[in-house]
T-cell receptor, first 114, second 112 residues
């Protein structure tokens, strides 16, 4: 069983609010990822990190930002939420720098911006 | 660049039917291949994987064989159950790569 956690699981918030989606893993993995999942279920990589103090933008442009101050923690922040940010956000982690390492996913945060 | 193409869904089957979900890939080098499953309200979880040509991954009655000659990794199960209803994602991780490439996902409905 994967030890990767996301909070909150569900969030309904008004336009213009600042929000932080939390993601933590207890596996000591170096690599962490944030995906946005659209209603058609396709995954879009929005941020990733190779390790502490490393963050990179993913394939899908996003107004969100991330930080990686500790190995186990990879929070995602939206400074000013908009209805277009309504989506499912999935956090994942994997070990090592190369190889056949699979990704471990958290349960997701479903965000609704009204 | 690397890519994964999987059959569009939804796929609707009766219980105990045979399942095939097609997946083909484009990649340089020798990628590792994966099938992930996402049950309703949950994140993805690894179903099975194969790391080199002709390897067969298997788990929970599901199987997939890494076919380099046809660049395919089709998912099969001999007899599906209602509990197999989920979204299935084919994915690849290339040698030296850091990002997993996911297919668009195939939703499976199994009727009792």
């Amino acid at each position: 069983e994967a030890d990767i956690y996301q909070t909150p699981r569900y969030l309904v918030i008004g336009t213009g609010k600042k929000i932080t989606l939390e993601c933590s893993q207890t596996m000591g993995h170096d690599k962490m990822y944030w995906y946005q999942q659209d209603p058609g279920m396709e995954l879009h990589l929005i941020h990733y990190s190779y390790g502490v103090n490393s963050t990179e933008k993913g394939d899908l442009s996003s107004e969100s930002t991330v930080s990686r101050i500790r190995t186990e923690h990879f929070p995602l922040t939206l400074e000013s939420a908009r209805p277009s940010h309504t989506s499912q956000y999935l956090c994942a982690s994997s070990e090592g720098n190369k190889g056949s390492y699979e990704q471990y996913f958290g349960p997701g945060t479903r965000l609704t911006v009204t | 660049g690397d890519s994964v193409t999987q059959m569009e869904g939804p796929v609707t089957l009766s219980e105990e039917a045979f399942l095939t979900i097609n997946c083909t890939y484009t990649a340089t080098g020798y990628p590792s291949l994966f099938w992930y499953v996402q049950y309703p309200g949950e994140g993805l979880q690894l179903l099975l994987k194969a790391t080199k040509a002709d390897d067969k991954g298997s788990n929970k009655g599901f199987e997939a064989t890494y076919r380099k000659e046809t660049t395919s990794f089709h998912l099969e199960k001999g007899s599906v159950q209602v509990s197999d209803s989920a979204v299935y994602f084919c994915a690849l991780l290339n040698t030296g790569g850091f990002k997993t490439i996911f297919g668009a996902g195939t939703r499976l409905f199994v009727k009792a």
